[in-house]
């Protein structure tokens, strides 16, 4: 069957496998910092927990969630990506991740971040599907911007 | 009848005929024919409403009920008659109980405002379904927020049809309105408002009937239902945004507040006090739309030219041929398999969200709704976070409910 080329790049098979098997899924027992975020356009809801570790490592990550195939792949390989970053790396891939998607330049990505980022690029054909794709991405910086909805222990 | 109107027997509707009035079904979309079905969104408008806004912005155009010159006098005329062609569209008894409005929300907001909220004590409630639309949600919402009402909600059964005898429960002394959708956006469940009205009279209640989507497939005949307030909206009609129009019983007129307070609504204001202008002039402050009052007037023309009983048994013919070439995705679960239900198909797909089901029918060229239709406690209802909805309009086909039966089954290929 033929496919739109466009189609193909946005449901590739790395980001359906994400979707269906996504990574670091649940909730986090002993979080330092949580976000919520919420598109009320659709629906979707995302919950992430993170522990903040010495010198500003992420030490652990997690999310919760409920939505389409792009924004629970997205947040699923954000997951991935940042855990074991501190959190002016994590801050950095964000704003890289944040121009990939809107098909502007990622200036400042490292090579191999800007390789794993790539599959969600596809998103930027699909001007109303860009906020899908970064749902998670806003929540993770709200998180560690507002981190005082987290949990003290 | 004159032997003229009997030889001009009602021809069966033509879909293809009423097509060429539609420009914009000759589009393409990413290279594909468009599918346009999400009318029960917004339609699109024929020719013939887009050149009346025309004729009439370019010829005959001033403000109204202001200037003594020649064009405030055609316009307000014209804007005049639009409010009479709405009267005749809902066989109201009078123009008088016809307030023009920026659409359904607009509408129902009145209501809410001037009619119900200076009725409001704390604890008295308002009887609505879980199947209402927000705009037949929100505005009774503040009324629980600034005036303490409650809201009784009434549920649908699994194939959404609506429960009356549990409505009529819900009724008590302290229920101020019944607010109700007279066809539902989401499951195209079509709500048996007569009986609604009779059961809630007979308790002293009036009835509010969101007819948005209802009036755009069947006739409506207000006094039949003896209804209360009913509300419609333009650009589902076929006709231009910013414009729909509230039907008020003129038993309640007098006693309705103002709502917007401007021009044109008043009667004389000085420094000290402010009198207000009969109805509807009262609850139109500021410039109507009135190049739009124009518009709806040709889309309930042009509506009114067809004959409505063809077209509502074509909509329903695609309604049904869809509902049976659905039942062949076992993956595919519709959601609203009520009786006499109007021409819309929701559905949820198995391991599909509705927006990536909805993302690759749009580069098929098929337009469909996806998510929550602002219908929320609808969705929690039927513990769905979305749904994808196909609405059928008077200009869809049975080949453009196989070019979506086709995109679907592609999806499933891609996202399955």
């Given at each position: 069957?033929?496919?739109?080329?466009?189609?193909?790049?946005?449901?590739?098979?790395?980001?359906?496998?994400?979707?269906?098997?996504?990574?670091?899924?649940?909730?986090?027992?002993?979080?330092?910092?949580?976000?919520?975020?919420?598109?009320?356009?659709?629906?979707?809801?995302?919950?992430?927990?993170?522990?903040?570790?010495?010198?500003?490592?992420?030490?652990?990550?997690?999310?919760?969630?409920?939505?389409?195939?792009?924004?629970?792949?997205?947040?699923?390989?954000?997951?991935?990506?940042?855990?074991?970053?501190?959190?002016?790396?994590?801050?950095?891939?964000?704003?890289?991740?944040?121009?990939?998607?809107?098909?502007?330049?990622?200036?400042?990505?490292?090579?191999?971040?800007?390789?794993?980022?790539?599959?969600?690029?596809?998103?930027?054909?699909?001007?109303?599907?860009?906020?899908?794709?970064?749902?998670?991405?806003?929540?993770?910086?709200?998180?560690?911007?507002?981190?005082?909805?987290?949990?003290?222990? | 009848?004159?032997?003229?109107?009997?030889?001009?027997?009602?021809?069966?509707?033509?879909?293809?005929?009423?097509?060429?009035?539609?420009?914009?079904?000759?589009?393409?979309?990413?290279?594909?024919?468009?599918?346009?079905?999400?009318?029960a969104?917004?339609?699109?408008?024929?020719?013939?409403?887009?050149?009346?806004?025309?004729?009439?912005?370019?010829n005959?155009?001033?403000?109204?009920?202001?200037?003594?010159?020649?064009?405030?006098?055609?316009?307000?005329?014209?804007?005049?008659?639009?409010?009479?062609?709405?009267?005749?569209?809902?066989?109201?008894?009078?123009?008088?109980?016809?307030?023009?409005?920026?659409?359904?929300?607009?509408?129902?907001?009145?209501?809410?405002?001037?009619?119900v909220?200076?009725?409001?004590?704390?604890?008295?409630?308002?009887?609505?379904?879980?199947?209402?639309?927000?705009?037949?949600?929100?505005?009774?919402?503040?009324l629980?927020?600034?005036?303490?009402?409650?809201?009784?909600?009434?549920?649908?059964?699994?194939?959404?049809?609506?429960?009356?005898d549990?409505?009529?429960?819900?009724?008590?002394?302290?229920?101020?309105?019944?607010?109700?959708?007279?066809?539902?956006?989401?499951?195209?469940?079509?709500?048996?408002l007569?009986?609604?009205?009779?059961?809630?009279?007979?308790?002293?209640?009036?009835?509010?009937?969101?007819?948005?989507?209802?009036?755009?497939?069947?006739?409506?005949?207000?006094?039949?239902?003896d209804?209360?307030?009913?509300?419609?909206?333009?650009?589902?009609?076929?006709g231009?945004?910013?414009?729909?129009?509230?039907?008020?019983?003129?038993?309640?007129?007098?006693?309705?507040?103002p709502y917007?307070?401007?021009?044109?609504?008043?009667?004389?204001?000085?420094?000290a006090?402010?009198?207000?202008?009969?109805?509807?002039?009262?609850?139109?402050?500021?410039?109507?739309?009135?190049?739009?009052?124009?518009?709806?007037?040709?889309?309930?023309?042009?509506?009114?030219?067809?004959?409505?009983?063809?077209?509502r048994?074509?909509?329903?013919?695609?309604?049904?041929?869809?509902?049976?070439?659905?039942?062949?995705?076992?993956?595919?679960?519709?959601?609203?398999?009520?009786?006499?239900?109007?021409?819309?198909?929701?559905?949820?797909?198995?391991?599909?969200?509705?927006?990536?089901?909805?993302?690759?029918?749009?580069?098929?060229?098929?337009?469909?709704?996806?998510?929550?239709?602002?219908?929320?406690?609808?969705?929690?209802?039927?513990?769905?976070?979305?749904?994808?909805?196909?609405?059928?309009a008077?200009?869809?086909?049975?080949?453009?409910?196989?070019?979506?039966?086709?995109?679907?089954?592609?999806?499933?290929?891609?996202?399955?």
């Amino acid at each position: 069957m033929m496919m739109d080329d466009s189609l193909r790049e946005l449901y590739q098979e790395v980001i359906l496998d994400h979707s269906r098997h996504p990574r670091h899924f649940g909730a986090l027992e002993g979080a330092t910092h949580v976000g919520e975020g919420h598109n009320p356009l659709c629906g979707d809801r995302v919950k992430i927990y993170l522990v903040l570790g010495k010198d500003n490592h992420i030490a652990d990550i997690k999310f919760e969630g409920k939505g389409c195939a792009i924004s629970q792949a997205s947040a699923s390989l954000m997951t991935d990506m940042l855990v074991g970053r501190t959190v002016g790396e994590a801050e950095k891939l964000m704003g890289g991740f944040l121009h990939l998607v809107k098909g502007e330049d990622a200036n400042g990505l490292d090579e191999e971040d800007r390789e794993r980022l790539d599959v969600m690029a596809g998103v930027s054909a699909f001007p109303m599907r860009v906020k899908c794709a970064t749902l998670a991405w806003h929540t993770m910086k709200s998180a560690l911007e507002g981190g005082a909805t987290a949990k003290s222990e | 009848m004159s032997a003229e109107a009997k030889i001009r027997a009602p021809a069966a509707f033509d879909p293809e005929a009423a097509r060429s009035d539609f420009e914009i079904l000759g589009r393409k979309i990413y290279g594909k024919k468009l599918v346009y079905l999400d009318s029960a969104a917004s339609a699109q408008k024929p020719r013939q409403v887009l050149d009346a806004m025309r004729d009439f912005a370019a010829n005959d155009y001033a403000n109204v009920h202001r200037g003594v010159h020649y064009l405030s006098a055609k316009s307000t005329e014209a804007y005049e008659n639009a409010r009479e062609a709405v009267r005749r569209f809902l066989n109201a008894g009078s123009a008088e109980e016809i307030v023009f409005t920026k659409g359904g929300t607009e509408a129902i907001n009145l209501v809410a405002s001037s009619f119900v909220a200076p009725l409001i004590q704390p604890g008295d409630e308002i009887v609505l379904s879980v199947m209402e639309h927000h705009s037949n949600i929100v505005p009774w919402h503040f009324l629980r927020e600034r005036q303490g009402a409650v809201l009784k909600w009434v549920d649908v059964a699994d194939d959404g049809s609506l429960d009356v005898d549990a409505l009529e429960r819900a009724i008590d002394p302290k229920t101020r309105l019944v607010a109700i959708t007279h066809m539902s956006n989401v499951l195209g469940t079509v709500t048996p408002l007569k009986e609604i009205v009779t059961r809630a009279h007979a308790k002293g209640v009036p009835v509010l009937a969101d007819g948005c989507q209802a009036a755009v497939h069947g006739r409506v005949d207000v006094r039949d239902l003896d209804i209360d307030f009913y509300a419609i909206t333009g650009h589902k009609l076929y006709g231009p945004t910013g414009i729909g129009a509230l039907y008020c019983k003129r038993a309640h007129l007098k006693a309705m507040r103002p709502y917007n307070g401007g021009g044109e609504m008043i009667r004389e204001v000085t420094r000290a006090n402010v009198t207000y202008a009969d109805p509807p002039a009262r609850f139109e402050a500021g410039t109507p739309p009135i190049i739009e009052a124009v518009g709806l007037e040709a889309a309930l023309a042009y509506l009114s030219a067809l004959d409505r009983d063809a077209v509502r048994a074509h909509e329903h013919d695609l309604l049904t041929y869809a509902r049976d070439r659905v039942r062949d995705f076992n993956w595919l679960r519709v959601i609203g398999d009520a009786p006499g239900k109007g021409a819309i198909l929701s559905f949820e797909a198995d391991g599909m969200h509705a927006h990536d089901l909805a993302t690759i029918l749009d580069r098929e060229g098929v337009a469909v709704r996806a998510g929550h239709h602002c219908a929320q406690v609808l969705m929690e209802r039927f513990c769905v976070a979305s749904t994808t909805r196909a609405s059928f309009a008077l200009y869809n086909t049975r080949a453009e409910v196989d070019a979506m039966i086709a995109a679907l089954a592609k999806a499933r290929d891609i996202l399955g």
